[in-house]
Each structure stands twice: as structure tokens, then as C-alpha cells.
């Protein structure tokens, strides 16, 4: 490991080439169908495994954050839908701050999509209906793992998984879903889009909602579908 005499690695040189660059005259002006067709991208885009891996932000009540990586499982003109155990470290920040932040990050497209706003539980039918359309491993795998909590060890997973596999061998038994398992719609206030140049000027826009005051104004505020105001920032 190449560690200076002052203790630390320096990255300071790193470079790599950056091509695309969003127009400042793109024609959609709605944020959801803006990520439409860049998730679209991505999607099809080689070296991009899962396009819908999200980085998840959360702070507690003291304003200290955590990150974690889920995958979106929806999205649309309400927002963005992930699912967790509301047990885990992100459910209980969420139960005392229910706002987030959330990060797509797509590296061989040089794009990435921030999502800020309040989260809110879907409906506990909603939750049932994704539960059981999922694999049967998969629903076994929340119900053993009980998440963020300390374990003695793996084998103690892997044995209450066995006796579950053997509980519910026969599959037209359904497998019940945890009260503590379920879904989450965050709904946006701001979504920004970057995309990384070499130069290092940046291509930023940021979509927001206006307030019921605000007069925009087209020098630097413009006005949107549904409400929404976009701006071009600086990188």
C-alpha cells in the first residue's frame, strides 16, 4: 500500500474522461419523466448491473446520518418506492425523521440522479402484494433476519432459515409476511441531475416544488410541468 509519510493516500491525480452533457434546452420538463428516460439508460447501459440500486440517506434525532444501498422497486409521478424491515437502523431514523435523501449513481453513463424529501409507509396491502410476489427465499430470508440486530453468528441464520425451508416446504403454504417488513414512498421535494464533465463544469439541474408565494421568474427559475420549477446550478 503506497501510504505517504503523513499517513495518507493521495488521490489528488486521478482523472478520468467525461462525454455527455445534459442541453440547457432538454425537452422534458418533469422530473419523474426526466429519470424515466435516464433510468431507462441505464438500464441498457453495459457495466450497469443493477440500475436500480439506490444509496439510501437517513439522520436520527441527533442529525446523525447513515447510508445504505436498497434497490427501487417503483417509481412514478408520487414518488419512489423501496422496501426494508422498519426494525432496521433506517426504519427507526425514519420513525423520528422521516425525511431522506436518496443517490443513483450511474458511472459508465457519468450521471447521477439526488432525491431529497419526506417518506412516508405505502399501504400495509401494498406491502403484502410485493412480499409474496417476491422469490420464496426471499421472503423466507425477512422473515429469519431480524435486521441491524447483533447475531452470535451466520450458522444461527442459516439454521433458522433450514427450519423455515422445511416448515414451509409444501408451496401452497404461504409464507406470512412480518409485521415489521414493508415498503416506503419517498415523496420528492427536489430531484437534481448531474452529469460529469472533464472539465469539471458539471451539468447540474435541480428540479423543486414552488411555494405557494413564489413568483418565477425565467432568468433563473423556470417554470415546470405539475408544478415543478427547474434551475441549472452551478458545479
Same mark, same amino acid.
Given at each position: 500500500?503506497?501510504?505517504?509519510?503523513? @499517513?495518507?493516500?493521495? #488521490? @489528488?491525480?486521478?482523472?478520468?474522461?467525461?462525454?455527455?452533457? %445534459?442541453?440547457?434546452?432538454?425537452?422534458?420538463?418533469?422530473? %419523474?419523466? #426526466?429519470?424515466?428516460?435516464?433510468? /431507462?439508460?441505464?438500464?441498457?447501459?453495459?457495466?450497469?448491473?443493477?440500475?436500480?440500486?439506490?444509496?439510501?440517506?437517513?439522520?436520527?434525532?441527533?442529525?446523525?446520518?447513515?447510508?445504505?444501498?436498497? #434497490? #427501487?422497486?417503483?417509481? @412514478? /409521478?408520487? @414518488?419512489?418506492?423501496?422496501?426494508?424491515?422498519?426494525? &432496521?437502523?433506517?426504519?427507526?431514523? %425514519?420513525?423520528? /425523521?422521516?425525511?431522506?435523501?436518496?443517490l443513483f449513481y450511474w458511472e459508465p453513463l457519468c450521471r447521477q440522479v439526488r432525491v431529497e424529501g419526506s417518506v412516508v409507509k405505502i399501504s400495509?396491502?401494498? &406491502?403484502?402484494?410485493?412480499?409474496?410476489?417476491?422469490p420464496r427465499s426471499s421472503q423466507l430470508s425477512a422473515v429469519v433476519s431480524q435486521q441491524s440486530e447483533i447475531i452470535e453468528s451466520k450458522e444461527v441464520l442459516v439454521s433458522k432459515r433450514e427450519e423455515l425451508e422445511r416448515k414451509y416446504a409444501d408451496e401452497s403454504i404461504i409464507i406470512p409476511k412480518p409485521d415489521c417488513w414493508g415498503g416506503y414512498l419517498v415523496v420528492p421535494d427536489s430531484v437534481e441531475f448531474w452529469c460529469g464533465r472533464s472539465d469539471r463544469l458539471h451539468d447540474r439541474i435541480r428540479f423543486r416544488k414552488s411555494s405557494p408565494q413564489e413568483t418565477v421568474g425565467e432568468k433563473l427559475a423556470h417554470t415546470g410541468e405539475d408544478g415543478w420549477i427547474y434551475e441549472f446550478l452551478s458545479p
Open positions: 500500500m503506497d501510504i505517504s509519510p503523513e @499517513g495518507k493516500k493521495d #488521490l @489528488g491525480a486521478m482523472r478520468v474522461p467525461y462525454e455527455p452533457e %445534459i442541453e440547457r434546452d432538454f425537452s422534458v420538463k418533469h422530473p %419523474i419523466k #426526466l429519470f424515466d428516460i435516464w433510468f /431507462n439508460d441505464a438500464r441498457k447501459t453495459e457495466g450497469i448491473r443493477e440500475a436500480n440500486a439506490v444509496a439510501v440517506a437517513t439522520a436520527d434525532k441527533n442529525g446523525k446520518p447513515s447510508v445504505r444501498y436498497v #434497490l #427501487l422497486k417503483y417509481y @412514478g /409521478n408520487e @414518488g419512489f418506492t423501496f422496501f426494508t424491515n422498519y426494525n &432496521s437502523r433506517k426504519g427507526k431514523e %425514519i420513525a423520528v /425523521n422521516p425525511q431522506v435523501s436518496l400495509e396491502k401494498e &406491502s403484502e402484494e410485493y412480499f409474496h410476489s417476491r
